[in-house]
């Protein structure tokens, strides 16, 4: 993949290409200390120890973008990263969408194909959903907020939890929708070695309706829940 240009990038997106980096190297899950250093590698200037910038990364400007909870494109809130247990992280499909999205902008400006398999991945779990299932056949369903939970696969009723859950979802859905549209097909798939499973452009279409229709449907709800206190 090409690398985009270091400028053009947020240290947000700077942090998916170091987490990138660990993936390719086949580090399927990596410390918040290996992401410090393959960040500042990609860009010592801006993750650098002040004065140091080219000796030694800079732990606490790394996880500030991490940790900072508030900031809407922190790499955990944007579905990019996963943190999986105590200073442990792993990359997403979400991660990996993102990622080939900005390397289509290389520094010759170039366009490469993005692969489909993260694509695949990510929207799967969706269209998948027993509740998008049970949709299709019945478009009353779902008829309580239980079940509008269940497809955006909400572990809690904090605020921002629904907020990034809304984003993610949104997001896997739109990937997919603009992948076909880029390749000029009507199906998404794994890939060649990923065998023979297709999810259709009407199925996504019909993912992106079931989306708006739960947004329409629960509103209040969802505005309840994300003017609620944290």
Same mark, same amino acid.
């Given at each position: ?19 990138? %980096? ?5 580090? &399927?899950?990596?410390?918040?200390? %290996?992401?410090? *250093? ?15 910038? %080219? ?17 809407? %494109? ?20 979400? !991660? ?9 902008? &290389? ?16 929207? &799967? ?5 027993? *509740? ?35 984003? !993610? ?18 199906? *998404? ?14 199925? *996504? ?22 003017? &609620?206190?944290?």
């Amino acid at each position: 993949m090409a690398k985009p240009a270091t400028r053009a990038l947020t240290a947000a997106q700077e942090i998916l290409f170091g987490a990138l %980096d660990l993936d390719i190297a086949g580090k &399927s899950e990596f410390s918040e200390w %290996d992401l410090t *250093v393959a960040t500042w590698k990609r860009n010592p200037n801006r993750f650098g120890c002040r004065g140091y910038e %080219d000796q030694y990364p800079d732990h606490k400007r790394v996880m500030m973008e991490i940790m900072g909870t508030t900031k809407k %494109d922190n790499p955990i809130r944007r579905g990019w990263l996963e943190k999986i247990r105590t200073n442990t992280y792993r990359f997403t499909n979400l !991660g990996q969408t993102e990622a080939e999205r900005l390397g289509q902008l &290389s520094d010759t400006g170039g366009k490469s194909r993005r692969s489909p398999q993260a694509i695949f991945e990510a929207v &799967s779990p969706f269209y998948r959903n027993s *509740v998008f299932r049970k949709h299709c056949k019945n478009k009353e369903e779902p008829r309580m907020w239980l079940g509008a939970a269940s497809f955006l696969q909400l572990t809690n009723n904090k605020p921002q939890h629904l907020t990034d859950r809304l984003r !993610g979802t949104k997001t896997a859905i739109q990937n997919a929708l603009d992948w076909m549209a880029e390749n000029q097909t009507d199906h *998404v798939q794994r890939g060649v070695s990923g065998g023979s499973e297709a999810i259709s452009r009407n199925s *996504v279409l019909q993912l992106k309706a079931f989306y708006e229709t739960i947004e329409d449907r629960f509103a209040n709800q969802i505005k309840a829940i994300q003017q &609620s206190k944290r």
